[in-house]
């Protein structure tokens, strides 16, 4: 039975990788069973994907902040400054849409390149230098909204962001009840999926890298379809895709591509390895440091933004809690707290699961307060699980 | 005759796919110093750490007798128990406690609840007599110098009344002085009855103390010699080390020394703001074309400094003077200029600020040249392979895979990987710190012909070495360097051992 021998190998050699794909399964499952299959229909699950939206744009951002061994507390307060900062600007200074979202992002980026300086130039540590911009940008909420309270949000455009959906083909009349835009936008990524995983193989057999065995290969393809597959159907059996789901992924998409293809993510990973040997290398250790904190800045502006517009409102306590949410996504999505080490789609997937596990739990009707220590359990359970299986990786 | 101490039967221990230690035996006599040597990879730190409890009962087969009853160690704290205390190559000291805090760390004098500091302090001062070191205990240990550190880490152990005491390659950052205390002292507590097993790469010192030698080659037993019947010698244990008699282990090269100053360092001197002092002072020095330049001197002489400053001052020290490159005055305030202008610098310590460990070979290579396998910013993995694989084959890096964790390779592997890193930024000036510091005879004849062939292509390179065979063996020429200045040049034809030590023992 070498094709057994196989997997058993892959996954041994993978468990770090996969382990937290099967957690989430395993939550899911359980979930699926215990509401009786309600947490699966694809109402519950188009919202969990909406909610889960702007923990997951932080986590991405965080996954890197602590990569390159710093933290980032102020990202929670920063969102919810800056998703009332594009309210204030719609609402009171009239500014269109497509000139606020760029704007806060903007301002997220300077605000995170603050932070840097105070780390990289200063010398600050980030925990401390965070924990102030947490309190600042606390007390800016407060000043920004004090006069009206919370903000609502009349542009349509923008409350889209976090409620709407991708239209659909128009003219379509078969399957009345299918999303078609989604269903085929499904298809079109599981091939193009496949396709680019078969060409990555053939070129490196090319140079006679080490690959996966057929059989092994042929059943990831296999599966990895199906998944894609079973969330197009779920998804587009109720509105299709959200227009949250679209920004999270093209963000993942491109901090994926960057952390891993390009100079700039090497750099990232070559200094939370060993900053001083990376410094000695020729990596500009404090260009760098700026760049993450202001991506994180960044991200935080678009977090806050999704946010304010799934509540069609900028509230006073926007953003509360925003920042433990993303550093436990990340860690459960497997970052190493020594550094170096941590996907951003790791982040997403820690996401997903502290979400599930809130939505989930919320639909058996148990109580916030076990919920909390549900949480914690599993965020404790996450790194227990990344510390013991990091001395049998490879 | 008297009896073992210790008798370790038929230990094999593997880890996945490695046989590290494969039906090891090892023999210790009570009150003897006991030296084991071995190329890196032998298993001679794995062979310890079984000893120690760090691999605890279960893990290995075989059995331990100590004192004549078979010991099954859990952990560390189990094998110190039962007398025996391991000194590693880095320190276990907390620099910014005091000595006499040091001393008794982890069994502090007392009621079990509060600490008794005036006994703690007077009963340090009576270890610190016994290893002869003259300083207060209440001296921090960041403020000694690494002897002396290493000084206190023996009282540490004599204080929980050690039989056998191990220690893991003890000199190899001492200078000669140091070494001699060290081994005056080992035979003193000799004389008290501690029996003392030595791992080393340095056979003269094998030689100078040892009284039994156990050489471990590719995870076996190779011999084990009695130094008092004549049988050890430099030659012979090499041969049992690498399985054949390296007749010179300094390999000869054919090159051209151009005339064409390729660095020139005039009136350098540079001052360390974070520990307030001066580093070094009116330094002036060249190097030309297809040169092999070798920096002699002491450790703390200030030539890991030097180095450093030229390479883009990462440490920030307030810099005068000039540096010129290739006739050009150059000024770098970090090492991505440098490296630029066609410097490159291998670190002292591989681990510590040379490689990313926890990254894998191909990584480490193109870490410091990414932008030759990129194309506007994205790196092209099938290019980063290719150029990997070609160093692998060139230096004879030895993996299972060039997606191998550096931390997996052994010492002179890392090493290579080191200097693979720094070829392929295709340098004019390779500085190498200590190049062969902690590796094996068979890796440093490799590192040498890699650095013969370097110079035969026409590169220059300046080698800092604390080892005086290495630079006699190597340089075309040497600077010796004391207390942050430069006292002495000469063409390799002058040099000696004697009149090197000489100058480098000089201010």
Redesign the interface.
């Known amino acids: 039975m070498s094709f057994v021998k196989d997997i058993q190998k892959v996954l041994r050699q993978n468990i770090r990788e996969y382990g937290m794909f099967i957690a989430l399964f395993v939550i899911m499952a359980i979930f699926t069973i215990t509401t009786k299959g309600i947490f699966i229909s694809s109402r519950n699950i188009s919202n969990l994907l909406n909610q889960t939206g702007y923990i997951a744009v932080l986590g991405v951002g965080m996954t890197l902040v602590i990569v390159i061994r710093h933290i980032d507390l102020s990202v929670g307060f920063l969102a919810g400054f800056l998703g009332a900062v594009a309210a204030i600007a719609m609402e009171f200074w009239g500014l269109p849409v497509y000139v606020v979202i760029p704007f806060a992002l903007a301002l997220g980026a300077l605000a995170g390149s603050i932070t840097a300086f105070l780390v990289a130039q200063m010398g600050i540590p980030a925990f401390v230098a965070t924990l102030a911009g947490w309190l600042i940008y606390r007390g800016a909420i407060l000043v920004v909204t004090e006069g009206t309270g919370t903000i609502i949000i009349s542009s349509d455009a923008f409350n889209a962001l976090g409620n709407g959906f991708i239209p659909d083909i128009p003219g379509l009349n078969f399957l009345p009840e299918v999303h078609k835009l989604t269903l085929l936008l499904g298809i079109i990524t599981m091939i193009l999926f496949v396709i680019s995983e078969i060409n990555s193989r053939r070129r490196k057999q090319a140079y006679n890298f080490e690959v996966l065995p057929m059989n092994v290969f042929t059943l990831k393809l296999v599966f990895a379809s199906l998944v894609i597959a079973g969330i197009t159907w779920v998804l587009s059996g109720y509105n299709g895709l959200s227009w949250t789901v679209v920004i999270v992924l093209i963000v993942v998409a491109i901090y994926h591509f960057v952390s891993t293809q390009t100079v700039l993510g090497r750099h990232i990973y070559a200094i939370g390895g060993n900053p001083e040997a990376a410094e000695l290398s020729g990596v500009n250790v404090k260009k760098i440091t700026y760049v993450v904190f202001s991506s994180m800045g960044m991200l935080s502006a678009l977090s806050g933004m999704l946010f304010a517009s799934r509540l069609q409102s900028a509230t006073t306590t926007a953003g509360n809690l925003f920042e433990l949410d993303a550093i436990a996504a990340a860690f459960v999505g497997g970052v190493s707290a020594a550094g170096g080490v941590g996907k951003v789609t790791g982040a997403i997937i820690g996401a997903l699961v502290m979400m599930s596990l809130s939505s989930g739990m919320n639909l058996m009707g148990i109580g916030i307060a076990y919920q909390y220590m549900v949480r914690g359990a599993v965020l404790a359970a996450a790194v227990i699980f990344d510390v013991a299986t990091r001395s049998t990786g490879k | 005759m008297k009896p073992p101490i210790l008798e370790m039967r038929r230990i094999t221990k593997e880890f996945p796919g490695v046989k590290a230690l494969d039906d090891v035996s090892f023999q210790v006599k009570k009150g003897e110093i006991h030296c084991l040597v071995g190329e890196n990879g032998a298993g001679k730190s794995t062979l310890m750490k079984v000893l120690s409890g760090v691999y605890p009962h279960g893990e290995y087969a075989g059995e331990i007798v100590f004192e004549g009853e078979i010991q099954e160690f859990g952990s560390i704290s189990d094998s110190e128990q039962a007398g025996i205390a391991i000194i590693y190559q880095e320190l276990a000291l907390i620099p910014d406690m005091a000595i006499f805090e040091n001393i008794f760390l982890g069994h502090e004098i007392g009621n079990g609840f509060t600490i008794n500091w005036n006994e703690t302090v007077k009963r340090a001062g009576e270890m610190l007599e016994k290893v002869k070191l003259d300083v207060n205990p209440a001296t921090k240990v960041k403020d000694l110098g690494v002897g002396k550190q290493q000084l206190v880490e023996i009282a540490k152990s004599l204080s929980r009344d050690v039989k056998l005491l191990i220690l893991d390659e003890p000199t190899s950052a001492l200078n000669e002085d140091d070494v001699e205390n060290l081994f005056d002292l080992l035979r003193d507590i000799k004389d008290q009855g501690v029996t003392c097993v030595l791992i080393t790469h340095k056979l003269k010192e094998v030689i100078e103390i040892a009284d039994a030698v156990t050489v471990l080659r590719d995870g076996k037993t190779v011999c084990t010699l009695d130094a008092h019947e004549g049988e050890v010698s430099e030659s012979v244990l090499i041969r049992h080390m690498v399985g054949r008699e390296i007749e010179d282990i300094y390999p000869k090269r054919q090159h051209q020394i151009a005339d064409e100053i390729v660095l020139e360092v005039n009136d350098w001197t540079a001052y360390d703001p974070n520990i307030g002092r001066t580093v070094f002072e009116s330094v002036k020095f060249n190097l030309r074309k297809g040169e092999i330049v070798g920096f002699a001197g002491l450790m703390g002489s200030g030539r890991t400094e030097l180095a450093r400053s030229i390479?883009g001052n990462?440490d920030k020290y307030k810099t005068s003077g000039n540096v010129y490159i290739k006739g050009s005055k150059k000024n770098f305030r970090?090492?991505?200029e440098s490296?630029a202008a066609g410097v490159a610098?291998v670190?002292e310590d591989r681990k510590?600020?040379?490689?990313?460990?926890?990254?894998d070979v191909k990584?480490n290579i193109t870490?410091?040249n990414?932008?030759e396998i990129?194309r506007r910013?994205?790196?092209d993995?099938?290019a980063e392979?290719?150029v990997a694989t070609d160093y692998k084959d060139s230096l004879g890096i030895k993996t299972p895979?060039i997606?191998?964790?550096v931390e997996n390779l052994s010492g002179g592997n890392q090493q290579k990987v080191s200097v693979a890193?720094w070829l392929y930024?295709q340098p004019e000036i390779l500085i190498l710190d200590e190049p062969t510091r902690g590796i094996d005879v068979g890796a440093k004849f490799e590192i040498y012909t890699i650095m013969n062939q370097l110079v035969e292509q026409g590169m220059s390179i300046i080698m800092v070495s604390s080892e005086l065979p290495e630079i006699l063996g190597m340089s075309d020429r040497v600077y010796i360097v004391s207390s942050g200045k430069i006292t002495g040049e000469m063409p390799i034809e002058e040099a000696t051992q004697e009149n090197i030590m000489h100058m480098a023992t000089l201010n």
């Open positions: 390479f990462p970090h090492p991505q490296i610098y670190t510590k600020n040379g490689l990313i460990l926890i990254q990584q870490l410091a990414l932008k990129a910013g994205v790196v993995d099938n392979i290719k895979s997606e191998q964790k890193k930024v």
